[in-house]
Structures are given as structure tokens and as C-alpha cells.
């Protein structure tokens, strides 16, 4: 198993489109979040979005981009560590940054052959559906129900602090 490249949307566009022209590159699947706090939620929607086709892009939200979804305080780790961390996951071959509030941007560069997302999202609920159909980009919802998050994780820390004699 390989551990798969951090590297930007620019230069992901230009390897793909190398790859693409070669043949040799197949399905492009591409999977989005913020992945602060890593857990096994993360993992399994990788995998599954992994199994979807033969290369998966994972792009991650800058520092900023998770503070404007999540609130200040937030990323607890920052994105050169997420980014480490999701790239060293057997199912992730490249980890791309993105600003932006929706995936639409990279979603015209890249046109990877399906969008993946959680389960807390619909095939008709994902705020990039309308560009998804746009460009033929089938959309797949992965990983198991959304039972495990980052930020409850920070809740449970947060109530177990309150009580150290627990």
C-alpha cells in the first residue's frame, strides 16, 4: 500500500490530464471534507468512495474554509496535518487544499467520474448536484450512517474536562 500525494488542484489538473491522455488513469473519484479530528467515519467513507472507481482525490478544506463552516476554534489541527494524515490512508492516492464553500470550483477542474459523499448528504441534498449533472459526473453517497463526527468528538472531550473524576 502507497501513501498517496499532497499536492495542488493546478498541478493535480495537469497530472490527470498527463494520465488522462496516456489512458492510464481510469475512473477519477473525488471525496471532500474538512477531516479535523480524524476517526473510523473518515476511513470507511474513504474506502467506499475508493471502491467507486480507480483513482481517488481527497480535497480538504483549508484552515480558513474550516473556520468559516465551523466557527473560530476551529480547525483543531491544521490542514498540513490533516492533509499528512488523510494521504497516509490506504485508500487516498492525492490530497488537494480547496477554499472555496462548495466543491464546484475543483469539480470543474478535475471532472472526475463521480463526486462522493457522506451519508449525511442525498443524491439530491449535495449543493454541487446541479454542476455534477452539468458535466456527467455521477454522484455516490459513501461510507456508514453518520453516527461518528469531529464535532462530537469535541463535545465528548469538551463534557469529560468539565469532570476530572471521571
Known sequence: MSQGEVTTRESLV???????????????????????????????????????????????????SVRGLKGEGRPLVPFVERAEL??????????????????????????PAVHAKGTDYTVESVPEAPVDRELGIEIAICGDLKTRSSTALLEASASLQGDPAE
Do not use: M, Q
Open 86 to 111: 488523510v494521504a497516509g490512508l490506504w485508500p487516498v492516492d492525492f490530497v488537494i487544499p480547496f477554499e472555496e464553500r462548495t466543491l464546484e470550483e475543483t469539480l470543474r477542474a478535475l471532472v
Open 14 to 64: 495537469e497530472l490527470l490530464s498527463k494520465r488522462r491522455a496516456g489512458g492510464g488513469l481510469g475512473r477519477v473519484v473525488l471525496a471532500n471534507g474538512c477531516f479535523d479530528l480524524l476517526h473510523v467515519g473518515h476511513l470507511r467513507y474513504l474506502a467506499e468512495a475508493a471502491s467507486c472507481g480507480d483513482t481517488l482525490v481527497v480535497a480538504i478544506n483549508t484552515d480558513a
